[in-house]
């Protein structure tokens, strides 16, 4: 089956524009008629729930955390980007489109990503306007820096907080709607099901956390913005809570997944201690701007780093990228650090690290301008290492960070299935293989303030309102269904715990499906998936009851999606048998080592087609067309 | 090393709670605090025991979620650290460790070490923020701010909302929160027209919800793992006195001032 993504007609410049006039609108005073499900709190939920009750809509807004609050978007650290040029240096709506095209490695629908160009400045205006407190000159004017996979300044941003700073606007503009009784909130409840009836999407299945009871909830539309699925991995820099449940059952239910082979290894990340270690924490890829990574040029040598001369250093990123330097994007960086420790170069106890180096900076700065510039992600660091990077340059190593894949949605976020819109790193569709640095918040704050509040209306706007009830007998079905589930995962009593899976399945995936994959190894992780699998539906122990706040269940029911999702990601990197961005192939490599595209027979989008439990999933594709950009080796040299 | 721990152990609100000690052998200090927790639990599964229930999300110490009140102080003994960045390197092998929730009257227990903190969502939902509705913004750099205000501003809003600094006042007090939001928005253009109506919304949200009054213990800004300073405190006195004598947030109007 081929895709259609519902492009409109028209010069790329004014296809966005020219839809917007196109769309069906819905007339205010009907707007209150239409309920609206929004699951997940984080910058593109929150904005969009907020947005869409300003409008006029009924929206139900749920989070499984205690708080809308505490979304990760809020740990996101670096900045937003955005076109507007303030520091004068080249940039324009067309440059910071074509530098995502081409960090995306040329893999993302070029229409979406010239709409998020176009939209990245009214965000600023928007989060400015809310009392975001952005960096400033001296002159009270907006500051900007440089970040990865860029030649120009264009990130704005809050000391190393921006993520926290822009979700704290969305959460307040939620909050507000909240007050006003435009929204209501369920924080502390999880999604565990979509319900679709006559082929569209009409509303959820619930757990409440604290109670555990199960709860239908119906609308006109549901939108998903439930983040990424890097926690497949096991370890990566997302918050504990994050999972892929709700987008995996929505598959399940008939929607399209996307891309699932693309996930971002961050290069800047603190290194595994030991086999306690519960999670990664990221250190913002701003400070590659004033940091030089390096690793000794001896295989081996265990000196000190103050103790190696310059001359026995190898600065690979500058050596190997001139142009940018140790700004190159992140799946570079990653792919880099990894070769030079894999050939027994790297740095710390384990190996597995690098050097990221202050000195420099230091030395034509001052301590106190690196102070002012990331005096928070140092205290970090020095918290969990004890080591004082003003002093000692940093470990860093790469780690699973975010996932470009998720589910597959048309020009208007909505996803194959009518009614059902995906937003934010929950969708698949602005970064291609590879997301360059800044670009998360500023695509989930585009989906949530300026996409879905117009989109959404030209479909509320063909549907009648209020038709499906809560007591729709496939409500009952389904509801039915999660509670067997739930049912099944308490009565197994087996010998291993929720967490020993979720290990054991996310180290299979970074060692087959991590940094670089290849057939072979994606073979032998699809070989040993089902009777992962198997063993997780017969021994694992899930303690205590359903009718209480159990956090052991609540990971059981998220580590059976992993497991299953598991299959989805190595099928997917298995069939795209070339290397782009972040998904790299072995086999498909320059003379130099870098990422060999294959545009011939893989310039598409694949979007996976549930088919049932004991089939394999049918691959859909939609093939992408560049016809403003032209398709090159993306290079940084 | 080896540790015991004196956990509180509660099956839910409306159960009384009570100390249970637990040993923790072999404890690797680069662990974190969490980490620490997370191998008992573990533990107490394999063991057909309830596992310790315990908030937390990002362990990165941004999100706010981790509420552990470790050895009587909320976040336990590092200055400007939350329980999540908290390692076992600062404990000592032989040590007993009490681990308790936050206590407060605004704060209900759900279970063992979770407690109810909406109360401060209901606060801001009265006032924390600035009404502009998605699409009326003017361009950004329209208004100026001086840079001091800006990180003075940014110096208020790096608050988690984890509630640390109710837990660790003698009258749990929700001053330094509620002074956070209020402080970041008096202190830039945009938040002067709802200045006034804001201030006197939030404080008596506050009230209503059951938070104590400051005595100026200043135990809030010693716990806050995010160092806000009390000084934000005086700042909210000196908004609050300012909105009652204005005219356009005389008190009456205070209820439905926000709307």
């Given at each position: 089956m081929t895709l259609d993504a519902r492009v409109p007609a028209g010069l790329l410049h004014e296809k966005w524009d020219n839809h917007k006039f196109n769309m069906k609108l819905v007339s205010p005073a009907n707007k209150r008629k239409y309920k609206v499900i929004v699951v997940g709190t984080g910058l593109a939920g929150a904005s969009a729930a907020a947005s869409l009750a300003e409008l006029g809509y009924q929206v139900d807004s749920f989070c499984f955390q205690d708080s809308p609050r505490r979304a990760h978007s809020i740990a996101a650290q670096g900045g937003i980007n955005a076109a507007k040029n303030y520091p004068n240096d080249g940039d324009s709506i067309r440059r910071l489109f074509y530098d995502t095209i081409k960090g995306g490695d040329f893999r993302a629908r070029e229409e979406n990503v010239y709409r998020l160009a176009q939209i990245s400045n009214s965000i600023i205006d928007q989060c400015v306007a809310q009392g975001v407190p952005f960096a400033r000159e001296y002159s009270g004017y907006l500051a900007n820096r440089s970040f990865g996979g860029s030649q120009v300044s264009r990130t704005f941003y809050a000391r190393g907080q921006t993520g926290q700073q822009l979700l704290l606007g969305a959460y307040q503009a939620l909050a507000r709607a909240i007050h006003l009784k435009q929204v209501t909130m369920y924080p502390r409840t999880e999604m565990l099901d979509l319900v679709v009836v006559d082929g569209a999407a009409k509303g959820i299945i619930v757990r409440d956390l604290i109670t555990g009871q199960i709860r239908r909830h119906a609308a006109d539309a549901v939108v998903l913005a439930t983040g990424g699925y890097g926690n497949a991995f096991y370890l990566s820099t997302n918050a504990k809570g994050c999972n892929v449940t709700a987008t995996y059952r929505a598959y399940k239910r008939g929607a399209f997944f996307a891309n699932p082979c693309y996930t971002q290894i961050h290069p800047t990340c603190i290194p595994v201690s030991g086999d306690y270690q519960s999670k990664l924490t990221l250190m913002s890829e701003s400070l590659r701007n004033d940091g030089r990574i390096w690793v000794p040029k001896q295989k081996g040598d265990k000196r000190p780093p103050q103790e190696i001369p310059e001359a026995e250093r190898d600065y690979y990123l500058e050596r190997k990228y001139p142009s940018y330097g140790n700004l190159a994007p992140r799946d570079i960086s990653s792919r880099s650090a990894k070769e030079v420790c894999d050939e027994g170069r790297g740095v710390g106890e384990t190996g597995l690290g690098v050097y990221l180096d202050f000195a420099d900076a230091i030395k034509r700065l001052g301590e106190s301008v690196i102070r002012e510039r990331y005096s928070n992600l140092i205290q970090m660091y020095e918290k969990i290492t004890g080591e004082n990077p003003y002093k000692v340059p940093m470990r860093i190593y790469p780690a699973v960070h975010y996932t470009m894949g998720g589910l597959w949605v048309d020009y208007n976020l909505m996803s194959n299935l009518p009614g059902l819109y995906v937003l934010g790193e929950a969708n698949f569709s602005d970064h291609g293989a590879n997301r360059l640095g800044a670009s998360a918040l500023m695509q989930g704050l585009a989906d949530g303030y300026f996409i879905l509040p117009y989109t959404i209306g030209d479909y509320l706007a063909r549907t009648k309102p209020g038709v499906i009830s809560a007591s729709h007998p496939e409500f009952l079905k389904i509801e039915t269904e999660v509670k067997d589930q739930i049912n099944r995962l308490l009565s197994i009593?087996?010998?291993?715990?929720v967490d020993d899976f979720h290990r054991q399945i996310g180290k299979l995936l970074w060692d087959y499906c991590g940094m670089a994959r290849n057939e072979l190894g994606l073979k032998q992780a699809l070989a040993q998936i089902p009777g992962i699998r198997k063993e997780f539906w017969s021994n694992v122990k899930v303690s205590g009851s359903n009718e209480s706040l159990n956090q052991s269940l609540e990971k059981a029911g998220r580590v059976a999606d992993f497991i299953d999702f598991a299959e989805l990601l190595c099928l997917d990197a298995l069939q795209r048998a070339e290397s782009c961005g972040g998904h790299f192939r072995t086999e498909s490599q320059t003379s130099e080592g870098e990422a060999k595209r294959d545009d011939t027979k893989f310039c598409y989008v694949s979007a996976w087609e549930y088919q049932g439990a004991d089939c394999s999933p049918r691959l859909n594709q939609e093939p992408l067309s560049f016809e403003n950009v032209h398709l090159a080796e993306r290079s940084y040299k | 090393m080896d540790l015991k721990l004196k956990v509180w152990r509660q099956k839910d609100s409306a159960s009384k709670g009570k100390f249970e000690i637990y040993n923790a052998p072999n404890i690797n200090p680069h662990m974190s605090f969490l980490e620490m927790l997370d191998v008992i639990n573990e533990d107490l599964i394999h063991a057909n025991q309830d596992p310790i229930a315990f908030d937390h999300d990002c362990r990165e110490g941004i999100c706010g979620a981790c509420s552990l009140t470790v050895d009587g102080k909320p976040h336990g003994p590092e200055k400007g650290t939350t329980a999540c960045q908290l390692h076992m390197r600062h404990f000592k092998h032989g040590n007993t460790i009490t681990v308790e929730p936050w206590r407060a009257k605004a704060f209900p227990v759900i279970k063992d070490l979770i407690v109810d903190r909406s109360a401060f969502d209901r606060i801001i939902e009265s006032g924390g923020y600035v009404s502009v509705n998605t699409g009326s913004a003017p361009e950004a750099n329209m208004s100026p701010v001086p840079k001091h205000a800006a990180d003075s501003a940014m110096d208020s809003a790096a608050c988690i909302g984890c509630g640390a600094c109710v837990a660790a006042c003698p009258n749990a007090s929700g001053m330094l929160f509620v002074a956070a939001k209020v402080s970041q928005l008096a202190l830039l253009p945009q938040g002067q027209v709802e200045r006034e109506k804001r201030v006197l919304s939030m404080v008596r949200t506050m009230d209503d919800e059951n938070f104590g009054n400051c005595t100026n213990h200043y135990e809030c800004e010693a716990a806050c793992p995010k160092e806000i300073s009390v000084g934000f405190i005086a700042k909210m006195n000196r908004e609050y006195l300012r909105a009652s004598l204005c005219d356009s947030g005389s008190a009456g109007n205070t209820k439905d001032a926000v709307n």
């Open positions: 009593n087996g010998k291993r715990t | -």
